[in-house]
């Protein structure tokens, strides 16, 4: 195996500690977050070849640099960049949260869970069709139980990479699920409605009937509108694909860990009506995509730090 070494530096704030929480935390995973080392690893390809990435961090929360080890049976320039690449979209290492913390500064509650949290950014890994993909696996079904089948689906169906003894994981493409038979998703528990979605929506793609590429630039109201039109997907999975593509004003309403997160921190009461939990966001206006990802981490964070978690 070669190994070739590249710096990423990153707008600060960054703690990559802090914003690797989901790798860490997850019972169920397909890439690999060790906890003594603060090594991120973690599958990319290119031109249907695989690398594994080794991703630490260098410096410090206000002065953030990554140093990443690409390995491979074979590296060259083109396939260093589209990794880079991946990384610095999955990372969001050219993202500034210092207006977003000022916008909320004014939001006591929200304004504490900042500082707490300094420096976190959403990790948003994979393209729009693995989004989609995580959002119908998820439909319904309890975060730890959606962890293990999405770990089951990835190992059986995407593209591997052993490395000392310890295998990684590309996320399935869009051909290769286009050609997954039915009752094969139906063997790993998922359920007949989601494996339906899951196989048409990639049929759909490749055969063109829907395009993912040019629907990712649409404004956020046409590509609600667009993305609802594909059975399956729902207001739910709009909203949190327009999160991972990047705009910072989305707001999903119907997210339950969002309700259970306001509810929890802005200490309201069980019995108020979710219009009036939901506008406490009025304040997040502009801010709202970040403004929930940091409300998700912490009551994350906070579930774990009960006895038996």
């Known amino acids: 195996m070669k190994r070739f070494t590249i710096l990423i530096d ?17 019972k ?40 990443v080890s690409l390995i491979g049976q074979s590296i060259n320039e083109r396939m260093v960049d589209s990794v880079r690449t ?54 319904q079904i ?17 593209k591997k990479l052993v490395h000392h003894g310890e295998s990684f994981y590309v996320y399935p493409d869009v051909k290769t699920v ?23 929506l990639a049929r759909d793609v490749v055969n063109g009937t829907v395009d993912f590429h040019k629907m990712g630039f649409l404004p956020a ?4 509108k667009e993305i609802t039109k594909i059975r399956g997907i729902g207001m739910w999975t709009a909203e949190c694909s327009l999160m991972h593509l990047g705009h910072r004003d989305i ?6 860990g969002l309700h259970q997160a306001i509810r929890r921190f802005y200490n309201i009461d069980k019995d108020t009506g979710l219009e009036k939990v939901l506008k406490y966001a009025d304040k997040w206006k502009g801010w709202e995509s970040f403004a929930t990802y940091y409300l998700w981490h912490a009551l994350t964070d906070d579930r774990l730090k009960k006895p038996g978690a």
């Open 10 to 26: 990153v707008v600060p704030p960054y703690d990559f500690f802090a914003s690797t929480h989901s790798h860490r935390y997850k």
């Open 28 to 67: 169920y995973h397909f890439d690999q977050y060790d906890r003594l080392s603060g090594k991120y690893k973690k599958a990319y390809e290119f031109e249907k070849k695989v690398l594994l990435a080794e991703i630490v961090s260098e410096g410090t929360v206000k002065k953030p640099r990554l140093s």
């Open 86 to 139: 991946q990384i610095q979209g999955q990372f969001l290492t050219n993202t500034d949260l210092k207006p977003f913390y000022k916008h909320c500064s004014n939001d006591k509650i929200l304004a504490g869970l900042l500082t707490q949290y300094f420096g976190l950014k959403p990790n948003y890994p994979g393209d729009l069709f693995e989004c989609v993909t995580r959002c119908i696996i998820s439909q």
């Open 142 to 158: 309890n975060v730890t139980f959606a962890d293990k089948v999405e770990m089951i689906y990835v190992q059986k169906f995407g």
């Open 178 to 200: 286009s050609e997954i038979n039915k009752k094969d998703l139906l063997k790993i528990q998922f359920s007949e409605r989601k494996a339906e979605y899951l196989i048409d």
């Open 221 to 224: 109201d046409a590509f609600r």
């Open 251 to 256: 707001l999903p309403r119907g997210d339950i």
